[in-house]
């Protein structure tokens, strides 16, 4: 029986092709012969109880200048899926988290979520890492422009972060005697009124 395979995922044309994991799976799935449907945040819906998707078949190929191709467009049950990749990348916003419990009632109507949704909203990329204490540089979360510059004169030389981002956007790194740790701290913060991260930088 051929394995149905469905990806949420950013616009697909807008992936760097030499580095995107999502495409690197599409194209081991599709060479196992599994069909592919693609789907964007955008397409998520629930109809009644029903975890629903406007989908689009997609066939992927190996070539930097004609990476994919998309063929018959349906409205389909999640559930009908066998295994949902959610590959969007962050940052976890609204519309995201609105997503997560849409794929939750995918999950309950039989699909596997990979990841499960549950753990998508459970598990933040950067704030999970500070259960290991003794494995990671100090850190601090906060949206107090005290707290980080008490951090930073402890350190001296800091990574100023968001919590939500990813791909290396808005990363600081914050030597000792730079001025322009103030400015930093409210760009990320948006002047106290988002929590950011902080960490000591390891040479």
Avoid at 6 to 25: N, Q, R
Avoid at 54 to 76: C, E, I, K, N
Avoid at 80 to 107: C, G, H, N, Q
Wanted: with cysteine; net charge negative.
């Amino acid at each position: 029986m051929t394995i149905r395979l469905g990806i949420v995922m950013d616009p697909i044309e807008d992936i760097h092709f030499k580095k995107d994991s999502s495409l690197a799976m599409l194209l081991a799935a599709q060479n196992r012969g599994w069909e592919i449907e693609y789907m964007e945040l955008p397409d998520l819906y629930l109809d009644g109880g029903k975890a629903m998707a406007h989908t689009r078949s997609l066939t992927v190929r190996s070539d930097p200048d004609d990476w994919y191709s998309f063929g018959a467009s349906q409205d389909m049950a999640l559930g009908d899926l066998d295994v949902i990749l959610m590959r969007k990348d962050p940052p976890v916003d609204r519309e995201f988290l609105i997503a997560t419990y849409i794929l939750e009632s995918a999950e309950q109507q039989g699909a596997l979520v990979v990841n499960p949704a549950a753990t998508l909203r459970d598990c933040n990329e950067k704030l999970f890492a500070a259960q290991f204490e003794d494995l990671t540089p100090p850190l601090l979360v906060s949206r107090s422009s005290k707290r980080f510059r008490e951090f930073y004169a402890r350190h001296g030389d800091i990574i100023m972060k968001p919590v939500d981002g990813m791909g290396g956007h808005s990363i600081f790194r914050v030597k000792e005697n730079d001025f322009n740790l103030g400015v930093i701290i409210e760009t990320l913060t948006n002047y106290g009124a988002h929590q950011a991260m902080a960490q000591k930088f390891m040479t």
